[in-house]
Nanobody, 114 residues
Framework: QVQLVESGGGLVQAGGSLRLSCAAS????????LGWYRQAPGKQRELVAT???????AYVDSVKGRFTISRDNAKNTVYLQMNSLKPEDTAVYYC????????WGQGTQVTVSS
């Protein structure tokens, strides 16, 4: 069974950048859609970025033009490049299939200060 380990989070000032990584213990090449989700305090988990097997991407409006999702099937890793970060991006970030079918990892905390 695939297990997911997210990393790369941290504390950054508004306008800064972070690159998140999600390492899968199993093979992800056969998973059609992978995504990054986030959950802010007191809010439901939301899907913010999706990447299909052939590379098609989609983003929630609030991150369009600022976040970029990518995948490296050879390394079983999914990335999220986050630029121009805003305080409202503060959340725990998770990766998973879309729709989610893999047990959730521990996530990685992203905190953006104003």
């Amino acid at each position: 069974q695939v297990q997911l380990v997210e990393s790369g989070g941290g504390l950054v000032q508004a306008g800064g950048s972070l690159r998140l990584s999600c390492a899968a213990s199993g093979i992800i090449v056969n998973i059609n859609s992978l995504g990054w989700y986030r959950q802010a305090p007191g809010k439901q988990r939301e899907l913010v970025a999706t990447i299909a097997k052939r590379g098609d991407t989609a983003y929630v409006d609030s991150v369009k033009g600022r976040f970029t999702i990518s995948r490296d099937n050879a390394k079983n890793t999914v990335y999220l490049q986050m630029n121009s970060l805003k305080p409202e991006d503060t959340a725990v970030y998770y990766c998973n299939s879309v729709p989610y079918q893999i047990p959730w990892g521990q996530g990685t905390q992203v905190t953006v200060s104003s």
